[in-house]
């Protein structure tokens, strides 16, 4: 079955420590993408990859680390520098080169204790 | 800098209804639009984009360059439209991203 598969569905985390999200692709997609979705902000882009190897900063990228080893896996680490972690995190993916048309995730919700 | 602009948080018709949910950008470039759509548990979806100028689930979306907006319309509206609506901006240039606006709750009442 084909699709994005982020992991924990839910996380708790003390204040102080990095947790890191995971999102695998089985879509043979190029670029992938983390958004953070809060209660009347919409989504805003933390980090996104083109391709292999290759990211850059999104909007608000602050307080969180990214890696693109594999073409399938782009993990998010929320580090303790990040000031309000406390979010649904959401991460897509697309075919080619910024389409347009994303494909996303479940989400993953963080929660800081 | 590019913005979208989702002006309505919350909009509530009743079934059979028109509906319009209200979008205007800010940008420089050639834009690009896309309308997205979020139903209750299920993930977020592309709904609609304004270069293939088709009509999804009955909606249509116009990109009125002049005024900048990018509105999403339906003459009829259903209790099953009820959802999260996204209108997004596609940048263009080095470094290329999907910029969304802040949401508009669409309740269609029976």
């Known amino acids: 079955d084909g699709g994005i598969t982020q992991s924990p569905k839910y996380l708790f985390r003390k204040e102080g420590q990095n947790v890191t999200l995971s999102c695998e692709q089985n879509l043979n997609h190029d670029a992938m993408y983390w958004y953070r979705q809060d209660p009347g902000q919409g989504l805003r882009l933390i980090y996104y990859?083109?391709?292999?190897?290759?990211?850059q900063k999104g909007d608000i990228a602050e307080g969180y680390s990214v890696s693109r080893e594999k073409k399938e896996s782009f993990p998010l680490t929320v580090t303790s520098a990040q000031k309000n972690p406390t979010a649904f995190y959401l991460c897509?993916?697309?075919?080619?080169?910024?389409?347009?048309?994303?494909?996303f995730g479940e989400g993953s919700r963080l929660t800081v204790l | 800098a590019q913005r979208v602009t989702q002006p309505e948080k919350l909009l509530s018709v009743f079934k059979g209804a028109p509906v319009e949910l209200k979008c205007n950008y800010s940008?420089?470039?050639?834009?690009?639009l896309f309308w997205y759509v979020q139903y209750s548990r299920q993930r977020l979806q592309l709904l609609l984009r304004?270069?293939s100028r088709e009509s999804i689930k009955g909606f249509t979306a116009d990109l009125n360059k002049g005024e900048t907006s990018f509105h999403l319309k339906k003459p009829f509206a259903q209790e099953e439209d009820s959802a999260m609506y996204y209108c997004?901006?596609?940048?263009?240039?080095?470094?290329?991203?999907?910029?969304f606006g802040k949401g508009t709750k669409l309740t269609v009442n029976p």
């Open positions: 940008y420089s470039g050639s834009p690009e």
């Open positions: 897509a993916s697309s075919f080619e080169r910024n389409t347009g048309e994303l494909f």
């Open positions: 990859s083109q391709i292999v190897n290759d990211f």
């Open positions: 304004h270069i």
């Open positions: 997004a901006l596609k940048t263009q240039g080095g470094s290329e991203k999907l910029v």
